[in-house]
T-cell receptor, first 115, second 113 residues
Framework: KAGVTQTPRYLIKTRGQQVTLSCSPISGHRSVSWYQQTPGQGLQFLFEYFSETQRNKGNFPGRFSGRQFSNSRSEMNVSTLELGDSALYLC??????????????FGQGTRLTVV | GESVGLHLPTLSVQEGDNSIINCAYSNSASDYFIWYKQESGKGPQFIIDIRSNMDKRQGQRVTVLLNKTVKHLSLQIAATQPGDSAVYFCAENRRGSQGNLIFGKGTKLSVKP
């Protein structure tokens, strides 16, 4: 069974540009969550999508957005990039159904560097 | 404030010894507590979870203990091996927000051969 796949692995962008990151969840998983990891702030939740709908959202500005497709693949977009957006962006997939937590599997992340 | 935090940023142990990694949390509404291991250049890897109605759960070489009275979580690794060297994160999942994990800052475990 294939794991969570994130593309690209590495990305360098210039301030002011926008970027789109992709996440393919484990087959059969319907929930995809996105996290930002930095040395200073650690792992912070961005948002979660389940069945193409945003179900939860963290405390990030509106420049950070996402979407989920009918095959559960998800993309996140960051517009008007700032130097502080440099981070490892991780996505996690889980079954997601019901009310309780289900085990979340992480991808290897996309390392974004803003210059 | 409402947060999940770790007592120690680094832990160094001898190969073969047992390791204990601690975590404090402050929100009583959390339903699940989870431990993840992250090796350099990789995403977090699930180790073990425990539901809030349990005190202890064991896996292969790992045990998680939950003390709700003092809002404390710990991960015990038996017979620590060099391959256990990594950063360990505790995380909590709050009821009604199942896709949202709130992570602690992490503890770096170094195993000396």
């Amino acid at each position: 069974k294939a794991g969570v796949t994130q593309t690209p692995r590495y990305l360098i962008k210039t301030r002011g540009q926008q970027v789109t990151l992709s996440c393919s969840p484990i087959s059969g998983h319907r929930s995809v969550s996105w996290y930002q990891q930095t040395p200073g702030q650690g792992l912070q939740f961005l948002f979660e999508y389940f069945s193409e709908t945003q179900r939860n959202k963290g405390n990030f500005p509106g420049r950070f957005s996402g979407r989920q497709f009918s095959n559960s693949r998800s993309e996140m977009n960051v517009s008007t990039l700032e130097l502080g957006d440099s981070a490892l962006y991780l996505c996690a997939s889980s079954l997601g159904g019901g009310q309780g937590w289900t085990e979340a599997f992480f991808g290897q992340g996309t390392r974004l560097t803003v210059v | 404030g409402e947060s999940v935090g770790l007592h120690l940023p680094t832990l160094s142990v001898q190969e073969g010894d047992n390791s204990i990694i601690n975590c404090a949390y402050s929100n009583s509404a959390s339903d699940y507590f989870i431990w993840y291991k992250q090796e350099s250049g990789k995403g977090p890897q699930f180790i073990i979870d425990i539901r809030s109605n349990m005190d202890k759960r064991q896996g292969q070489r790992v045990t998680v203990l939950l003390n709700k009275t003092v809002k404390h979580l710990s991960l015990q690794i038996a017979a620590t091996q060099p391959g256990d060297s990594a950063v360990y994160f505790c995380a909590e999942n709050r009821r009604g927000s199942q896709g949202n994990l709130i992570f602690g800052k992490g503890t770096k475990l170094s195993v000396k051969p």
